[in-house]
């Protein structure tokens, strides 16, 4: 007989003071865990149920505060980080450092049990120096964002009461979310290969999870993955079978560098597939325009229709940023999914060249598996 032990642990950096101060004036008070400090960033919400270890590690979210709506946080705890697959990337994280500002929650549950439990989450907020609060109404939370759209927010945990005059002083000098050059801060400094096939594709690094460099694993390529900034010709000195911009923070219009990549990838039509933030550069140097969506899209469950198909698809997302619809019209792309809820761009093809990009994420984690085959799509247009 089959005997799994499982652990149990209790959490030992909660119940402390806390407070979520918006930019509007508006406090939240709430109990504090993780680590004691004070951050500031833009405030979003993601209405995903479950995967809040990948999420806290996917770059994507890097300068932000993160809103679970989903009211219990932390039942299963953390998994080991130090766990690679055959490659050597971590097995349950989708980078090497927390990414995250802070994290706001409903409740915390104050015990972790799971059979792969390392850590509890705010041991592994303590650790990873991450503030975090519960005690939040995130309902409330969500309808303010949905309604004013995303804003600057402080998140203060301390062991002592909290001076919210001095905090928000201190918010309204912070820097603003959309200035921020986040690049230097998730981007890998230097070229990272994994796997030993024969043939490779280049993974240009924006804030890349580690889910989009096990996807092209299992497509049967070595996965070179290379700094935000890389030029087309270096790029091309690995003699790539394709090219994947990957996902990450920020404007895509603080990105020129990886732009004009991308404009030179198209020109000579090497096979790419643009994720994301690189769904939105991929668009930029297509000649399509970008904008900054009112509360972005983050969660598990996110309706996509191919128009190929006419197939919805279930999608995982996480993004602020966004193509402008009426600007394809003029560009180099034509619509390939648009989004079933608010008919936002999900999705383009290049109208002659082996260019494809999605908003959506294909490689999920956490989320839905349903739209793993556009990483097929990218193998098509590389074995053509």
Known sequence: MLRVTITTKKSIHANKHGKLIFDDGTVFDGQGFGYSTTVFGEIVFNTGMVGYTEALTDPSYNGQILTLTYPLVGNYGIPDPEIKDDDGISKFFESDVM?????????????????????????????EKVPGISGIDTRAVTKKLRSSGVMMAALVVSDEPIDVAKVKKELADATDYNSEKFM????????????????????????????????????GYNAIVVPWN??????????????VLSSGPGDPQNCPATVDTAKKLIENNIPTLGICLGAQ????????????????????????????????????????????????????????FTNADDKTVEGIKHKTQNCIAVQFHPEAAPGPFDCKYVFDELKKLMEK
């Open 281 to 336: 550069i991929i668009g930029l140097a297509g000649n399509t325009e970008t904008y900054k969506l009112k509360y972005g899209h983050r969660g598990q469950n996110k309706p996509c229709i191919n128009l190929e198909t006419n197939q919805v698809y279930v999608t995982s997302q996480n993004h602020g940023y966004g193509i402008k619809p009426e600007s394809l019209e003029k560009s180099d792309f034509k619509l390939w």
């Open 184 to 219: 230097d801060s998730v981007s890998t400094k230097e070229e990272k290969t994994y796997g030993n096939d024969s043939e490779s594709v280049v993974v240009i690094d924006t804030g890349a999870k580690n889910a989009i460099v096990r996807n092209v694993r299992e497509l």
């Open 99 to 127: 990414q995250i500002r802070g994290l706001v929650v409903h409740e915390l549950s104050l015990t972790a049990s799971h059979w792969n439990l390392k850590m509890t989450l705010d041991e592994w907020m303590h650790n």
């Open 230 to 243: 890389t030029p087309y010709d270096k790029i091309m000195s690995h003699n790539p079978k394709g090219v």
